[in-house]
């Protein structure tokens, strides 16, 4: 039995319904790439931190700077990369619409499907009701809204608390009687008599104060040895290390002196290395130009106007990507002059440096993201060339010599 034929509104509704479910798909993707996004952010670029001193923000400074040369190069590879993509894209798209153009497409059969069919081809198992917009349509009826009011009711007022104060009676302390003054009676110190010295012994007290002088004299002097042969070898030591200095240093300028004769013995080896490269690239080149001319008077004139006429609009050697990538990453490298930076515009020159390697992390990431859907848009083209081939004649006679 063959189904009925769909309705309008039921072909409108499956569109929207497949538009929402698409939709829902586009937002998830999108919150699923941003979420990628700032994982790659987080682990490639660290936080920037300004704390600490100036040679501490000059290091900071240099590291960011090598390393915004490393990433760089790689956002420079993953753009060439990109435009390779891009120029085989273009070229299987025309390749595709040459192939359109070589045979009749196939009419195909008209296929009639239910609703519930479609739903069930696009949601598999998730799709368990089954839709019938006619019975649907049938049974709507316009129901009304009641409106519900609500009333807010304000808070009784909360009794107020009573507070009841009570009355300490002080009492009056008695005041301390005064204490009877006890007068110690002062005891009599004891009278000490001063010693006499006996008449027979008399004590020299010259003779003394000469005897102390002369033992101080006699360590003064020792000290005063002791610091001069102190000071003796000081200077002998001194002496030493003054003559092993000035040893060292003649060294030292022999040692320079050697390196520089031999630093200019190298130089000029290499200079005469070159200057006999030179001369025989110019001699291969006159050989060659020798033997374009003997071959161009043979050939005739008009060949040899042709060639002349290649010759100039090829204005050169071509350069290769080798060197146009060397060429490029220089002309954006910009030199690091932080040596004269106070410690402000060292900072300022840091946020700038970690802003500029954001944004280089940023484009890499973009490229990598898009050489992602560029892969698999190669690979959809060249199936679609496979099937388009099949049916053109070219394919049909490749198949046939099989």
């Not at 005739?300 to 050169?316: E, F, P, W």
């Not at 973009?366 to 388009?388: A, P």
Request: charge should be neutral.
């Amino acid at each position: 039995m063959s189904e009925k034929k769909m309705s309008s509104s039921r072909k409108h509704h499956l569109k929207s319904l497949m538009l929402q479910i698409a939709q829902e798909l586009i937002a998830e993707e999108e919150a699923q790439s941003l979420e990628d996004r700032k994982q790659y952010m987080s682990e490639n670029i660290t936080p920037l931190q300004l704390t600490g001193s100036i040679a501490e923000l000059q290091d900071l400074c240099k590291k960011m700077h090598q390393k915004i040369d490393v990433i760089d190069e790689e956002r420079y590879d993953l753009g060439s990369k990109v435009g390779k993509s891009d120029k085989e894209i273009e070229d299987l798209q025309i390749k595709v619409q040459d192939l359109k153009g070589k045979f009749k497409k196939p009419v195909l059969k008209k296929v009639c499907m239910s609703a519930d069919a479609m739903l069930q081809a696009l949601l598999g198992s998730k799709h368990k009701v089954s839709m019938d917009l006619r019975s649907n349509l049938k049974q709507v009826k316009k129901e009304v809204k009641e409106e519900v009011v609500e009333v807010e009711v304000a808070p009784e007022a909360a009794p107020e608390e009573e507070v009841e104060e009570e009355e300490v009676e002080e009492e009056a302390e008695p005041e301390p009687e005064p204490e009877p003054e006890v007068v110690e009676e002062e005891e009599e110190k004891p009278k000490f008599k001063v010693p006499k010295v006996p008449d027979g012994e008399k004590v020299d007290f010259d003779d003394l104060h000469k005897k102390r002088q002369n033992k101080d004299l006699i360590e003064l002097q020792g000290l005063i040895d002791v610091h001069f042969e102190n000071r003796k070898k000081e200077e002998e030591e001194l002496i030493a290390l003054k003559s092993r200095i000035e040893k060292r240093r003649s060294e030292r300028a022999e040692i320079q002196r050697v390196r520089t004769e031999k630093d200019k013995e190298r130089q000029a080896r290499r200079e005469e290395e070159r200057l006999k490269k030179e001369e025989m690239d110019q001699r291969r080149k006159a050989d060659d130009d020798a033997k374009k001319k003997s071959a161009l008077t043979n050939m005739g004139s008009s060949y040899s106007s042709s060639l002349q006429k290649a010759d100039t609009k090829r204005g050169g050697k071509k350069q290769t990507e080798r060197e146009k990538k060397k060429k490029i990453l220089a002309e954006r490298r910009k030199p690091l002059n932080i040596d004269h930076l106070n410690e402000d515009k060292l900072k300022d020159k840091a946020k700038d440096l970690w802003e500029w390697m954001h944004q280089l992390e940023s484009e890499k990431y973009e490229h990598i993201e898009k050489l992602k859907r560029q892969k698999y848009e190669v690979i959809s083209l060249r199936n679609r060339i496979d099937e388009l081939q099949k049916h053109s004649k070219k394919g049909a006679a490749a198949r046939r010599r099989k």
